[in-house]
C-alpha cells in the first residue's frame, strides 16, 4: 500500500494516542482498551448530544429550544468529566499529532514494523473527542526514548470518519481565526 500524505488535509492537535497490536479475531477495537471502558459511555451520550443539536435547530418555540440546547450542554459536560476521569488515570501524555482523516503521525515508546495492524484509541484535547481506529503502520523512525509512527486508518466506519472530519474542520476554523 503506498502512503500518500498530501491526499487528505493535514492538522496539527493534541491528543491521547494508545495502540496496541490489532488481531483480526478481536475486531472490537474498544475491547483493546479497558482502562477506557467509560468511554464508551461517552461516546453514546455524544450521540445523543449530537441528535439534540439537530433537533433544537428544528424547534419554532424560542423557549422550548433554549431548553434544549441547555439540556444538551449539560449533557456535553457530564461526557467531558466521564472522560477527564478516564484520562487522569492512564500512564500515557497527551501528545501533538498530526492527523488527517487518512491517518496520523505520532510519538510511542512501542516500535512496529511498516505493514502491521493495530487498534488505536484517539482522544483529542481539549474536545474530548474519542475514536478508536484500525490502522497500518506505514513508517517506524527511532526517536529519543522511542519512535516516530505514521499509520494509515483503515476500514474506518463512516460514521467515525465524519466524526474525525467534523473535528478536522473545526480545529482548521479556530486557528484561522
Not at 464508551?40 to 445523543?48: F, I
Not at 449533557?75 to 488527517?100: K, W
Request: aromatic letters at 10%; hydrophobic letters at 40%.
Amino acid at each position: 500500500m503506498e502512503y500518500d500524505r498530501r491526499a487528505y488535509f493535514r492538522i496539527e492537535d493534541v491528543a491521547w494516542v494508545l495502540t496496541a497490536s490489532f488481531a483480526e479475531d478481536r475486531p472490537s477495537v474498544v475491547e483493546y482498551f479497558p482502562q477506557l471502558r467509560h468511554v464508551t459511555a461517552e461516546n453514546a451520550l455524544a450521540a445523543v448530544d449530537q441528535e439534540l443539536k439537530e433537533l433544537s435547530e428544528h424547534l419554532d418555540e424560542k423557549a422550548l429550544s433554549r431548553y434544549v440546547r441547555a439540556l444538551n450542554r449539560k449533557i456535553d459536560l457530564f461526557r467531558q468529566n466521564l472522560l477527564i476521569q478516564q484520562l487522569d488515570r492512564l500512564d500515557e501524555d497527551p501528545q501533538t499529532i498530526t492527523v488527517s482523516e487518512g491517518g496520523l503521525s505520532f510519538w510511542s515508546h512501542q516500535a512496529y514494523k511498516i505493514g502491521d495492524r493495530v487498534a488505536m484509541a484517539l482522544v483529542f484535547s481539549p474536545s474530548y473527542l474519542a475514536i478508536y481506529p484500525r490502522a497500518e503502520i506505514v513508517n517506524c523512525e527511532p526517536d529519543t526514548g522511542g519512535y516516530n509512527l505514521h499509520a494509515a486508518f483503515v476500514d474506518m466506519p463512516e460514521p467515525m470518519r465524519q466524526q474525525l472530519a467534523r473535528h478536522l474542520l473545526s480545529q482548521q476554523t479556530a486557528h484561522r481565526t
